[in-house]
């Protein structure tokens, strides 16, 4: 071989190592953060991205969602709120096999599936990946005063549901850079995003140009709900009700036992209160039958729709269950469960 042939010798295999390198695509795996995607790929980064993974900040974090928080000082007062914690309405995991999907009847599948309560809050999990909160109808209960400034800011969302949802107060500085810390750890993963073989190609590809990055991002955000609306609905009209002869009674007991006794169980303070859950069951169902045809607060078809306000004297309430987070016809399985049960 002469010099010129191996200097262009040379220079093919360069071009090929490189071109190898070019082609290689970026090695995401099921746990990659979906926000670590999106930020490679140039897309802003949102203003509750904490950019850390502090695990002391995490650990306090998942306290405050989880038992309300007396790590402060140790001081049993800081407590964001004496009624409720947020795992009352809030689930922390995944609701469905992907994110995509917020239907009822898919949602109450996967509690089923994975032994999870079917609460009337949307999950935390993957909550910093949304761009928009109390969504639709939420305005009706909280008024737009306060629903306006947390539907777009997460933070503000948070303090909102600490203080009006969970009865409680707001979050200190510190408390809230914690709490975005857990929730931050809790975002999507790419294993929650139900792309085709070819969609993880091209988002994997290395050296995206300036459309095929943004082409990459559209692609993902696609792929899970970037707010979850909510629908309320009012109860279904008396000669509508199948008054518990027709349902599912599995569905039915399930939402029974992971959404109703989640907060009317003997465990819970509220039994002190409310009129069912003590644990005397056989009492509870014919109490609860006998409400059936009634449109107040004694009757499954009407509470789930309307629930009740926090008063004064008895801060603790119940949350209403939008139309996506508890169909008519689930209502239906409810209340055929609770007549089948009644009259065992
Ligand atoms: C008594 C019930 C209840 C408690 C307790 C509660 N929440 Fe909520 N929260 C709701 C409901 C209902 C909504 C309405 C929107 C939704 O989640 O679908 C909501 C909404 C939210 C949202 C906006 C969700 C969205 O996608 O629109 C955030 C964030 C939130 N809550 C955080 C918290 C945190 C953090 C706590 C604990 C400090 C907490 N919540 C305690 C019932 C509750
Ligand atoms: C997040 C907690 C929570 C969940 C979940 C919940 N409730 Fe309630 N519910 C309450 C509270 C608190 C009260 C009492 C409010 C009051 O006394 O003003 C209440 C009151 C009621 C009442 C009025 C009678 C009574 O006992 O005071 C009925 C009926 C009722 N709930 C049914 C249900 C059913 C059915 C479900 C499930 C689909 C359900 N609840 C889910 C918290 C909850």
Not at 39 to 64: C, F, N, R
Not at 253 to 279: A, M, N, V
């Amino acid at each position: 071989m002469n010099r010129i042939s191996i200097i262009i010798v040379a220079i093919i295999a360069c071009g090929a190592l490189t071109a190898s390198m070019l082609v290689q695509p970026i090695s995401y795996d099921g746990q990659t953060p979906v926000s670590s995607i999106l930020m490679a790929l140039g897309d802003a980064t949102p203003s509750h991205y904490v950019g850390t993974q502090d695990a002391e900040k995490i650990e306090k974090g998942k306290d405050l969602v989880m038992t309300g928080g007396p790590w402060m000082d140790g001081k049993v007062e800081y407590r964001l709120s004496d009624h409720f914690v947020c795992i009352d309405c809030h689930n922390i995991q995944p609701e469905a096999p992907f994110a995509d999907d917020n239907d009822p009847d898919s949602r109450l599948q996967y509690a089923k599936e994975f032994n999870q309560a079917y609460l009337p809050g949307s999950t935390l999990y993957g909550i910093t990946n949304r761009t928009s909160w109390f969504n639709g109808d939420h305005e009706k209960k909280y008024g737009k005063e306060l629903v306006d400034p947390a539907r777009h800011d997460l933070k503000n969302a948070i303090q909102l549901c600490s203080k009006e949802c969970s009865v409680g107060r707001e979050l200190t500085d510190d408390e809230m850079e914690s709490m975005l810390h857990f929730l931050n750890a809790i975002e999507l993963k790419l294993k929650d995003l139900n792309l085709s073989g070819d969609e993880m190609a091209q988002i994997a590809k290395v050296g995206q140009s300036a459309e095929e990055k943004a082409a990459s991002i559209k692609l993902i955000k696609s792929k899970y709900l970037d707010g979850y609306p909510a629908t309320f609905a009012e109860e279904i009209p008396t000669k509508e009700r199948k008054m518990g002869k027709e349902g599912n009674l599995e569905n039915g007991k399930w939402i029974y036992e992971k959404s109703c006794l989640h907060c009317h169980s003997p465990q819970k303070t509220i039994t002190d209160r409310t009129l069912f859950g003590s644990g005397k069951d056989q009492k509870d169902f014919k109490w609860l039958a006998s409400y059936f045809k009634k449109s107040n607060g004694g009757s499954v078809y009407w509470i789930t729709r309307h629930g009740t306000a926090s008063k004064e004297h008895i801060p603790q309430y119940m949350p209403i269950y939008s139309q996506e987070k508890l169909s008519n016809s689930q209502v239906e399985d409810l209340a055929a469960y609770i007549l089948v049960e009644s009259k065992k």
